[in-house]
């Protein structure tokens, strides 16, 4: 929980520095740029590797829900960014504004941190919450009552088993599973932003800006609706998560050959965003049912932090899988105006 807070305080600082400081140069370059990506990688870091943990104790719901939440992120910056303009020539406002828009998202985020910590805060083996300020947070009347029952239950089951209805006991064979089912998905999800502007330029009519738009756009919506949708869809056994894998690891393979201009400039704009928002839509469930699964079947909060180590892990795969592809010229038939 600590760790969150930190991640976010150190974001939110980094925000306003740049804020501050945009055109600090140093030998000629971005030193503010630096500043930007070591802060942003350090703390998305250690908010990966700790949101998990902290939205353990809220079950499936609350996995969700942070998973989506993470996901905003994503859309949100893309959308003050679209608003600011890509033209530097024409900005609708400075680049300075911008880190104060994001410096303002970020000190939002902080403060529901904040109102957590004073609800339950880090005692206990998780959150420390009660029954009832658990409740209150999923605003729900029948959850205190449930929960109640819940901890009944457990406490009456034997130990290695589960009540009906509840993740099974933490089979070591299907944890391995779904570390190794959130590594794949991650890399194949998180090596796709390099190929956007490839398959744009695969497009019917070749490269246009509008096309890499709502690409990414369909690539962030999608992967955002499908981590919130996972709060209320049936959770996934391993042969289920197998076969959506295997659909989502078809279409990154197929996406791979689109984006090396093989097909040529032949692709229709509406099966492209097909392609990819299915494909996003598919690691967002994935992994989401995934970490689920992990905080769900175990009491440790390691479990969901290492399912979040895993994202890191795929994460770094899948960007440096696509850089050599693309240093190897894999993908020099296409056009790219990016």
């Given at each position: 929980?600590?760790?969150?807070?930190?991640?976010?305080?150190?974001?939110?600082?980094?925000?306003l520095?740049?804020?501050?400081?945009?055109g600090?140069?140093?030998?000629g370059?971005?030193?503010?740029?630096?500043?930007?990506?070591?802060?942003?990688?350090?703390?998305?870091?250690?908010?990966?590797?700790?949101?998990?943990?902290?939205?353990?104790?809220?079950?499936?719901?609350g996995?969700?829900?942070?998973?989506?939440?993470?996901?905003?992120?994503?859309?949100?910056?893309?959308?003050?960014?679209?608003?600011?303009?890509?033209?530097?020539?024409?900005?609708?406002?400075?680049?300075?504004?911008?880190?104060?828009?994001?410096?303002?998202?970020?000190?939002?985020?902080?403060?529901?941190?904040?109102?957590?910590?004073?609800?339950?805060?880090?005692a206990?083996?998780?959150?420390?919450?009660?029954?009832?300020?658990?409740a209150?947070?999923?605003?729900?009347?029948?959850?205190?009552?449930?929960?109640?029952?819940?901890?009944?239950?457990?406490?009456?089951?034997?130990?290695?088993?589960?009540?009906?209805?509840?993740?099974?006991?933490?089979?070591?064979?299907?944890?391995?599973?779904?570390?190794?089912?959130?590594?794949?998905?991650?890399?194949?999800?998180?090596?796709?932003?390099?190929?956007?502007?490839?398959?744009?330029?695969?497009?019917?009519?070749?490269?246009?800006?509008?096309?890499l738009?709502?690409?990414?756009?369909?690539?962030?919506?999608?992967?955002?609706?499908?981590?919130?949708?996972?709060?209320v869809?049936?959770?996934?056994?391993?042969?289920?998560?197998?076969?959506?894998?295997?659909?989502?690891?078809?279409?990154?393979?197929?996406?791979?050959?689109?984006?090396?201009?093989?097909?040529?400039?032949?692709?229709?704009?509406?099966?492209?965003?097909?392609?990819?928002?299915?494909?996003?839509?598919?690691?967002?469930?994935?992994?989401?049912?995934?970490?689920?699964?992990?905080?769900?079947?175990?009491?440790?909060?390691?479990?969901?932090?290492l399912?979040?180590?895993?994202?890191q892990?795929g994460?770094?795969?899948?960007?440096?899988?696509?850089?050599?592809?693309?240093?190897?010229?894999?993908?020099?038939?296409?056009?790219?105006?990016?």
């Amino acid at each position: 929980f600590p760790v969150l807070g930190g991640a976010l305080g150190l974001e939110l600082l980094a925000a306003l520095f740049l804020a501050l400081f945009w055109g600090w140069q140093a030998a000629g370059q971005s030193a503010a740029a630096l500043v930007a990506a070591v802060a942003a990688g350090a703390g998305g870091g250690a908010a990966n590797l700790s949101a998990f943990a902290v939205a353990g104790p809220w079950g499936r719901r609350g996995m969700a829900a942070m998973a989506a939440g993470m996901a905003s992120s994503g859309i949100v910056v893309s959308l003050l960014a679209g608003w600011q303009g890509t033209d530097a020539a024409s900005l609708r406002f400075s680049p300075n504004v911008y880190w104060l828009s994001v410096a303002a998202f970020g000190a939002s985020a902080l403060a529901a941190w904040g109102r957590l910590w004073r609800l339950g805060g880090p005692a206990g083996d998780a959150l420390g919450l009660t029954d009832a300020e658990a409740a209150h947070l999923l605003a729900s009347p029948e959850a205190s009552a449930a929960m109640e029952e819940a901890h009944a239950e457990d406490a009456a089951q034997p130990r290695g088993t589960a009540r009906p209805g509840r993740s099974p006991a933490p089979g070591a064979w299907e944890r391995r599973l779904r570390l190794a089912l959130i590594g794949l998905c991650s890399m194949m999800e998180f090596g796709v932003p390099g190929l956007l502007p490839f398959l744009a330029g695969a497009v019917r009519g070749g490269g246009s800006g509008p096309a890499l738009f709502w690409l990414n756009a369909l690539y962030l919506s999608s992967m955002l609706a499908s981590r919130g949708l996972t709060a209320v869809l049936p959770a996934l056994r391993p042969p289920s998560a197998l076969v959506l894998a295997a659909a989502q690891l078809s279409i990154f393979v197929f996406a791979l050959v689109e984006a090396s201009g093989r097909m040529g400039a032949t692709a229709p704009l509406g099966a492209t965003l097909a392609l990819v928002g299915g494909f996003s839509a598919l690691h967002g469930f994935i992994v989401t049912d995934s970490l689920a699964w992990l905080a769900g079947a175990s009491s440790k909060a390691g479990d969901a932090t290492l399912g979040g180590l895993f994202i890191q892990i795929g994460a770094l795969a899948g960007a440096a899988l696509v850089y050599v592809l693309v240093a190897a010229g894999v993908f020099g038939g296409s056009e790219c105006d990016v």
